[in-house]
């Protein structure tokens, strides 16, 4: 082939091609997508993440799997996504805990929130709920320090593990309200709850979401909200901050992520979709009823967030000493 008909031809096969990566990138998604969750099936953030992930199936005419992935305080569950194929079929929903906590907590994790992960949106952000098994004789926060002083290390909290949001948050009370509570350490949120609803342990700080309904049946009493502002859904519950421990304020975020390298059109479009999904009137309901705030801002805020809030809890863990190692 002489040199004038290969040009010919080569120019023939970049205007064939040429059109070709927009269409790739609109044909995003063609197959399932994974959403994993760093916890066992049961908890708080399982139970936001399901009806969520239903509503995104029918947007993108895909299935979106939840993947439950629990353990080690959630590190199982990112070092999962952080070494899942780059293309946008595997995202992961990871919570203050993994992005923000652990890294601090522990002497080494198997992931870094900031190097490995492409960030998509901030979906949710919200408090703990401090309930109580009825048997413990305590309404507000001031009867349960008095309790708490009167009996040291007796009074025992479940969590759903160590490092994970509850643990920090039961910690932090300790610390800030100069009480010795017992951990007692589950592998998810889902055991934490059964055995405080069956009086195994006392007290739980618990997402909203996952203790309302006991306590509208009155087998667990909420006795504060961990955030600095009361629940639009249950105004009349004092936080701890106002009931005895001022300056007390620990929340639960939820972030969308995808592995790093993840192409940014990618990005751009899971974050458009996730978007849909959080302007969804009846996903706000469920938000807003569950006790979480729906966000909905940018990959680079949440990036500049997640920096902000591990500085901060770092701070915290120092400062209170607490190690899971």
Known sequence: MNK???????????AIAAPVTPALAQAFPGKSIRWILPYPPGGGSDTIARPFARKLSENIGQQVVIDNRGGAGGNIGMEAAARAAPDGYTV??????QLAVNPALFTKIPYDPIRDFEPIMLLANGGYLLVAHPSLPAKTVTDLIAIARKRPGELLYASSGNGSGGHLASELFNVMAGVRITHVPYKGGGQAMVDTVAGQTQLLFTPPISSAGHVESGRLRAIAISTTKRLSSMPKLPTIAESGVPGYDSGVWYAMLAPRGTPQNIIARLHEEFRKVLGDSAIRGFLTKSGVEPDGGTPDELSKYMRSELAKWAKVIKAANITVD
Request: no cysteine.
């Open 4 to 14: 004038i008909k290969y040009l010919y031809l080569l120019a023939a096969v970049t």
């Open 92 to 97: 992961v929903m990871g919570l203050t805990a």
